[in-house]
């Protein structure tokens, strides 16, 4: 793999979707959730309410995989909906894109949000939280392919 190669691969996937006329308000939902994360991965640490059971029961890390999950899956949706060339690929760096996003937002926990933690578990989280974005993307897509071959 040469250094042009990622540079390329964006600038590709950036070029496919003005092709391809995807409209912006498909990834209006996928905006909106993107900029709750941040709002919600940015408060500060007093602000979060601290309830002893939902410690427990690891409540936080199924609140990260399960933004990142959505993230994942609502940026892959105006891609699998409007039936264009959602590949498996495309659906990965998708993915690889939001886990990326999630690392890089623990480390504004860490040097600027107000009293956050950095954890290498939530990036875990994350990281999990869009490999099942990516199934339910893929999952989406084989049977909107199964069915449309049926019609």
Known sequence: MNNQEPFST?????????KVKLKFSLFLPAILWLII???LLVLPG???PSVSFLNLIY????????????MTFLFSFPFIFKKFNATKKL???IAIV???????????QKYIAFERDFD???MVADGVGCVIGYFASAILKRRLEKKNSVV
């Open 10 to 18: 964006v600038l590709f996937y950036f070029t496919f979707v003005r």
């Open 37 to 39: 994360t941040t709002v």
């Open 46 to 48: 007093p602000d979060i």
């Open 59 to 70: 409540f936080d890390k199924w609140v990260h995989a399960g933004l990142f999950g959505g």
């Open 91 to 93: 659906l990965i760096y």
């Open 98 to 108: 939001c886990a990326l996003y999630g690392v890089a937002m623990e480390y504004v």
């Open 120 to 122: 290498y578990f939530d």
